[in-house]
T-cell receptor, first 115, second 113 residues
Framework: DQQVKQNSPSLSVQEGRISILNCDYT??????FLWYKKYPAEGPTFLIS?????DKNEDGRFTVFLNKSAKHLSLHIVPSQPGDSAVYFC??????????????FGKGTLLTVNP | NAGVTQTPKFRVLKTGQSMTLLCAQD?????MYWYRQDPGMGLRLIHY???????AKGEVPDGYNVSRLKKQNFLLGLESAAPSQTSVYFC????????????FGSGTRLTVV
């Protein structure tokens, strides 16, 4: 049972345009969400996160939106740059109760930004 | 500041051989994890540890063993390697406080022939 789903294996956009990566989750206990970026032959690196008490978090060109009722989050990259080409993983966890220390990852979306 | 260091970076094993992957972190993190990444499968948790001397099974633990004798090190062992264990292995660590994300190592690419 996949609790974090990234239904688009790949996405291609033009440089300067907006990239929108989507993620859905099924576990209602999740209250903290993260996006990781991964280049080939490197480990994933943290990009941006959002708590369930918010519906938006912004960091430069990257914005994450959370729709709790739909159990959906999205990552917007504006403007997209060729250096953004990478695999993006959505991840989720829950922090209440202090007994969960694990992130659950989606399968990833390969973003290609064309010059 | 090295963060999370994995050794080796590459390895080719023959079926039935054994090996140990080493993960070391210098951030004094309590929690450590081993993941494998396969095409189309994302990151799947093999084993994890919530502190020195503790280990627990993740999503895909079969065929692997782990040990955390020291807080900074987390070892992943393959006792009898199988071709199905060909994968890229990532170690990660987390403080579990404040920021709830992981810091990942750069990975070990393992091929079992």
């Amino acid at each position: 049972d996949q609790q974090v789903k990234q239904n688009s294996p790949s996405l291609s956009v033009q440089e300067g345009r907006i990239s929108i990566l989507n993620c859905d989750y099924t576990n209602s206990m999740f209250d903290y969400f993260l996006w990781y970026k991964k280049y080939p032959a490197e480990g994933p690196t943290f990009l941006i996160s959002i708590s369930s008490i918010k519906d938006k978090n912004e960091d430069g060109r990257f914005t994450v939106f959370l729709n709790k009722s739909a159990k959906h989050l999205s990552l917007h990259i504006v403007p997209s740059q060729p250096g953004d080409s990478a695999v993006y993983f959505c991840a989720a966890t829950w922090r209440s109760g202090g007994s969960n220390y694990k992130l659950t990852f989606g399968k990833g979306t390969l973003l290609t930004v064309n010059p | 500041n090295a963060g999370v260091t994995q050794t080796p970076k590459f390895r080719v094993l023959k079926t039935g051989q054994s090996m140990t992957l080493l993960c070391a972190q210098d951030m004094n993190h309590e929690y450590m994890y081993w993941y494998r990444q396969d095409p189309g499968m994302g990151l799947r948790l093999i084993h994890y540890s919530v502190g020195e001397g503790t280990t627990a099974k993740g999503e895909v633990p079969d065929g692997y063993n782990v040990s955390r004798l020291k807080k900074q090190n987390f070892l992943l062992g393959l006792e009898s390697a199988a071709p199905s264990q060909t994968s890229v292995y990532f170690c990660a660590s987390s403080s579990g406080k404040g920021f709830y994300g992981y810091t990942f190592g750069s990975g070990t690419r393992l091929t079992v022939v």
